[in-house]
């Protein structure tokens, strides 16, 4: 795995070529919608099972450090829910899609070229790039935000379950910590980073798998490479756009 300043103009050309108009409108939105299926549809399973254990150990979390008599008893819900808006939803959400969605996307391309498919599309006189590419790029792009709203509600009904099963917390006071000091724009700060970390899962899966050469060893190489660096390139950015949106 080698991050240079050659791979990131390669990376740079690549994305040129995959942003280029497609030959058939068409065809474009008819994979587009398959994608949106195979990436974020398929994902809605995932994503509802771990934001209900992931809340639900956060506020269970919170309850146990927040055991001070100075501190309101809310105070469980209220952290358990900016937990969740602010990096949970959106963040750790994204790095756990690139180990699935992301290897997935950097294999399927990965196959396509050990086995000359892509090949076949180039001497065919299609743009293989923006053919395979830009409907996975706009599909995951578009459907993030599902998930992500998905991912913050499940989240806090986790947290709501511990309070109903347990007599860690009331319901009421966890409800009332949801409601209490409530700022909307934290729900759209997780929805906008969202945007950009599908963009970077979606086209640096894609950049590795269509790249790939040799054979199937290289192509698991490929999907390694894909998640790591998706991985890294998300919590780059999540700094960023926090210093950012949140001034």
Not at 13 to 25: G, I
């Amino acid at each position: 795995m080698v991050i240079s300043i050659a791979s990131f103009g390669r990376y740079c050309l690549f994305t040129r070529r995959v942003f280029s108009a497609p030959e058939k409108w068409k065809v474009f939105f008819k994979r587009t919608l398959l994608e949106v299926s195979k990436l974020g549809i398929d994902s809605i399973p995932l994503v509802i099972i771990i934001s209900l254990f992931i809340g639900a150990v956060c506020a269970i979390q919170m309850q146990i450090n927040t055991t001070s008599p100075l501190m309101p008893a809310y105070t469980v819900g209220l952290a358990t829910r900016d937990i969740v808006l602010l990096e949970f939803s959106n963040s750790i959400l994204c790095l756990i899609l690139a180990g699935k969605v992301g290897s997935n996307i950097a294999s399927e391309i990965g196959t396509m070229r050990v086995t000359e498919q892509i090949d076949a599309l180039d001497i065919m006189g299609i743009n293989s790039c923006s053919y395979l590419v830009l409907p996975k790029i706009v599909a995951f792009v578009l459907f993030m935000p599902v998930l992500v709203v998905f991912c913050q509600t499940t989240s806090l009904l986790g947290g709501l379950a511990v309070a109903l099963v347990t007599d860690l917390i009331s319901v009421t006071k966890y409800t009332y910590g949801l409601q209490s000091f409530f700022n909307e724009w934290y729900v759209w700060y997780g929805i906008l980073k969202s945007f950009v970390f599908a963009y970077i899962i979606a086209s640096v899966s894609s950049f590795f798998g269509y790249y790939v050469k040799g054979g199937a060893l290289e192509v698991g190489k490929a999907s390694t490479n894909a998640v790591v660096i998706s991985s890294i390139v998300i919590l780059l950015f999540d700094v960023i756009l926090t210093k950012l949106l949140l001034q």
